[in-house]
């Protein structure tokens, strides 16, 4: 196993609100999640990340947060989130928590004092300034929803800052007592048993906003000062931090120039995901190579959390305008699939028309990369998206259990409509059915996962993708070398099946064997002559060290 509880975990993104709803009212619970806690096990998750549980007028998805010590009264009590802890830790599954504190919501105590008085204790907890800054049209990170990043504040006679929509003001985090209070609420989670966070926007956390200064500076130490502290409180505490950002910057995050890995411990690869996207849209394995020969080397301790769909856009900036448009034609046609320009709103298995086998050959192809796994929930038994919902909230409609009213969902009218129509509907595509059926997704998924479990090497170790001209273009073969062994991947990016020969490139090659793959393929296994059908994938463990 790797060094770290991390290094080897399957991540679960929930959102409670939209999860299982256990006293019907509508919107899941903490409860409701407890009792699917046997479900998850059995897919082989062992972390779930909860999107943000706080007190909010949610009106951006809980990540405008008016109390940072409780949870929202909506999902239950504090004491049904302590259960949780406790049930899940039962079943050896950790839970971390979003941790938002680039903003608060407007309707935060703090903001409500600050904006009362300039004398207020909480007015400089903000970023203020008292004449209309040059750059407050830029930045924005919600383009369409949002029009300006500075706005005017009446009743403070000032404008403040905002990266996201205006109801989320910036907390000032170069104010120490702003800095004192983001390490109570990690202390404080941490003390209630959460094995970590996911945080939000750290750019931006990070930001030395200079009004007028698009561009400003970044506070790098800060990261260390929160992971010194959360490291403190629990040795092996998790930060995962979201950072779309270039390459080159991604080093800094995990830590100091020194080399040492004294900052976040995890990071989603942005770069990968899109990587990913385009592959599938091309059919071609370049892209996948790059993302692998291009990432840089992380910190030791430092880990990559991988993805395919989240709950937002899958964000494609980080493509050139030309493949954008490439993955945008092949993925999301209409006008109506994407976001803010730079997106698609939809779930994975539309996305793939419906493929199963395509389906299969993604997340195969993410869970076989290094790194930590992390799968939205749904996304196991090939949920749809209702792009009838307005911008993100197309891919946040509720799980679908059974083909029930509401799919199992709810007794009561749901928080978000359940998918109910076309070939995604809840009567078509549920948990119930997919557990009851060998062949489906679900129990595909579980098996897959069950294989690295018993691979520790995948996701822990070394990743290299094969830059060998003679391989087929649309075939990625990446290997993976750890202390328990090797593991090579085939994976098929075109529906054309193809003849590989991987002789040269495995000569290490010690009683091959294939692990898991789309189909059994030959009796006897020949690496110098390798079949792969269209959009197959196998995993071939090529050595063994059972000490390792
Ligand atoms: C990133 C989150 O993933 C997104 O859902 C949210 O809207 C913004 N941060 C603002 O908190």
């Known amino acids: 196993m790797g060094q770290h509880w991390y290094d080897n975990a399957v991540i679960y993104s929930v959102d409670v609100e939209t999860y299982a709803d256990s ?3 509508g919107v899941g619970d903490f409860r409701g999640l407890i009792g699917r806690l046997d479900y998850l096990y059995r897919l082989g998750v062992t972390c779930l990340w909860l999107a943000p549980i706080h007190p909010s007028p949610r009106r951006d998805g809980g990540y405008d947060v008016a109390d940072f010590y409780g949870v929202d009264p909506r999902l239950g009590t504090l004491g049904d989130f302590a259960e949780l802890l406790h049930e899940a830790r039962n079943r050896g599954i ?5 941790l938002v504190v680039n903003h608060t919501s407007d309707e935060h105590p703090w903001f409500v004092d600050a904006i009362s008085s300039p004398d207020s204790r909480y007015r400089d907890w903000y970023v203020w300034t008292d004449s209309e800054p040059a750059d407050r049209r830029q930045g924005m990170v919600f383009p369409g929803e949002q029009s300006e990043t500075w ?6 006679r000032a404008w403040y800052y905002h990266r996201f929509y205006d109801f989320q003001p910036d907390l000032n985090l170069a104010n120490p007592d702003v800095r004192t209070e983001v390490k109570k609420i990690i202390g404080f989670w941490l003390q209630l048993g959460v094995a970590g966070f996911r945080m939000d926007a750290v750019p931006f956390i990070i930001e030395q906003t200079e009004p007028g200064n698009s561009d400003s500076p970044k506070d790098f130490p800060f990261l260390t000062e929160l992971r010194a502290y959360a490291s403190w409180r629990r040795g092996d505490a998790l930060l995962l931090a979201e950072a779309n950002v270039a390459v080159d910057e991604i080093v800094r995050y995990f830590g100091d120039e020194g080399g040492s890995g004294n900052r976040i411990n995890m990071l989603f690869d942005f770069l990968l995901n899109d990587s990913m996207v385009l592959a599938l849209a091309r059919r071609r394995a370049e892209p996948l190579i790059m993302a692998l020969t291009e990432s840089p080397r992380l910190p030791d301790g430092g880990q990559w959390a991988t993805f395919l769909r989240n709950h937002d856009e899958i964000d494609l900036s980080r493509l050139t305008a030309e493949q954008r448009e490439e993955v945008f034609a092949e993925f999301g046609p209409d006008e109506n699939m994407r976001l ?6 939809r779930r994975l298995a539309p996305m793939l028309g419906g493929d199963r086998r395509r389906l299969e050959l993604a997340y195969s192809l993410q869970f076989s990369m290094r790194g930590t796994p992390v799968l939205r929930y749904g996304e196991e038994i090939g949920m749809g998206d209702d792009l009838a919902l307005p911008g993100r909230n197309a891919i946040r409609t509720p799980m679908q259990w059974s083909d029930k009213t509401n799919g199992g969902f ?7 409509p359940v998918i109910k129509n076309g070939g995604y509907g809840y009567q078509k595509v549920n948990v119930t059915a997919q557990r009851h059926d060998p062949t489906s997704l679900l129990s595909w998924f579980e098996r897959m996962i069950r294989t690295l479990r018993e691979s520790p090497e995948v996701g822990g170790g070394t990743c290299t993708a094969i830059d060998d001209a003679a391989l087929p273009p649309a075939v990625l073969v990446h290997r993976a070398d750890g202390p328990s062994g090797t593991m090579l991947f085939l994976h098929n990016l075109d529906d054309a099946p193809v003849r590989v020969d991987l002789g040269r490139i495995a000569a290490d090659a010690d009683h091959p064997n294939q692990v898991f793959g789309d189909q059994p393929y030959e009796d006897k296994l020949d690496l110098a002559d390798l079949e792969l059908t269209g959009f197959g994938y196998r995993w071939i463990r090529i050595r063994r060290d059972p000490a390792g």
């Open 23 to 25: 006293d019907s009212d």
């Open 340 to 345: 803010y320009d730079r997106g698609i709103r």
């Open 410 to 416: 709810s007794a009561a009218d749901p928080v978000r």
């Open 94 to 98: 950790k839970v971390i928590i979003d």
């Open 151 to 156: 706005t005017y504040h009446r009743k403070a």
